[in-house]
């Protein structure tokens, strides 16, 4: 059975695993993306593009499996995007696997620096942006870009706008729609101004700290405590929220006792935790056959 835990969060599949310290891998399959190889699980291989968030081990460990397993199953080369600060020390890397394995695993290391779009497909692009946490560290938003009428002409006639067109006249504009941001590690801090930040429909964010007594290890390490979330809470008003980063010393019921007392529970309808796996179904006891139902030999 498969260690990634899966969720349906708003309009999108999430699947992944994340203990701080040890691994944080997030895949968001429809969307053909991911945030972290973490140790690169096997569901992680098939996704076109890895956005790393920074270079911590427990984040970034499985970039070259990632690549060589791409290659070993004959799927095009793969594309990191990643900090533009940390591109070429990953290709030293994949280098240095280079001269071990005895042949190259083909890949794209993207480095990009906060703010630059990276087109996904057509319609759809990655943004990265600046989050409080290690140099080089980037959160990144998954932005749909559609099609809208002007404001202006809403209500006007198809025969109408047609005739707008035929003179020239724009009828429709861009929108952007955040479907996705995930943080990565991060402390609050002015990412959550960002307007497609706070736009988004699904946000993924750590809370590594839930115990009163850890506010400074929180500040120390720039991580989320559980007394910040009433604030990125009130940040993203419409968004559906999945905590990521627990410690594995954290029991989960007591973590969702402890965030569900510090934001009520209201807000708490709109908070998932990743690794909250649904039970598994209790098995069925065995019917006992009755007793004028049972044979033995055959009748010939």
Same mark, same amino acid.
């Given at each position: 059975m498969s260690r990634l835990v899966r969720h349906r969060v708003g309009n999108v599949e999430i699947e992944g695993f994340s203990l701080a310290g040890e691994e944080t891998v997030v895949i968001a399959r429809e969307l053909n993306v991911a945030f972290d190889p973490g140790r690169a699980p096997r569901e992680l291989i098939s996704i076109d593009n890895v956005c790393i968030t920074h270079g911590h081990m427990d984040h970034a460990a499985g970039v070259a499996?990632?690549?060589?397993?791409?290659?070993?199953? /004959? !799927?095009a080369p793969g594309r990191v995007i990643v900090h533009r600060d940390l591109a070429q020390p990953i290709q030293r890397l994949m280098a240095v696997w280079s001269d071990i394995e005895g042949h190259p695993s083909p890949g794209q290391v993207h480095g990009v620096m906060p703010l630059e779009d990276v087109e996904l497909r057509r319609g759809m692009l990655v943004r990265p942006f600046t989050v409080n946490h290690d140099r080089c560290s980037l959160g990144y938003s998954v932005i749909e870009k559609r099609h809208k009428l002007k404001a202006e002409l809403v209500g006007k006639s198809g025969p109408e706008l047609v005739a707008l067109k035929r003179q020239g006249v724009q009828i429709e504009e861009w929108q952007e729609v955040c479907l996705l941001t995930c943080t990565g590690d991060t402390a609050?801090?002015?990412?959550?101004? !960002? /307007?497609?930040?706070?736009?988004?429909?699904?946000l993924i964010v750590e809370c590594t700290f839930i115990d009163e007594d850890h506010m400074d290890r929180a500040r120390g390490g720039r991580h989320i405590h559980?007394? /910040? !979330?009433?604030?990125?809470l009130e940040a993203v008003p419409n968004a559906r929220v999945m905590l990521i980063h627990l410690s594995r010393r954290t029991e989960l019921r007591r973590a969702k006792g402890v965030v569900e007392r510090f934001v009520g529970k209201a807000e708490m309808e709109r908070v998932?935790?990743?690794? /909250?796996?649904?039970?598994?179904?209790?098995?069925?006891?065995?019917?006992?056959?009755?007793a004028s139902a049972a044979t033995s030999e055959p009748i010939v």
């Open positions: 499996y990632y690549f060589s397993q791409r290659n070993f199953v /004959d !799927l609050v801090g002015r990412w959550m101004e !960002l /307007d497609f930040v706070q736009r988004s429909e699904v559980v007394r /910040d !979330l009433p604030r990125i998932c935790f990743l690794m /909250d796996r649904p039970p598994r179904p209790r098995a069925q006891p065995a019917r006992e056959v009755p």
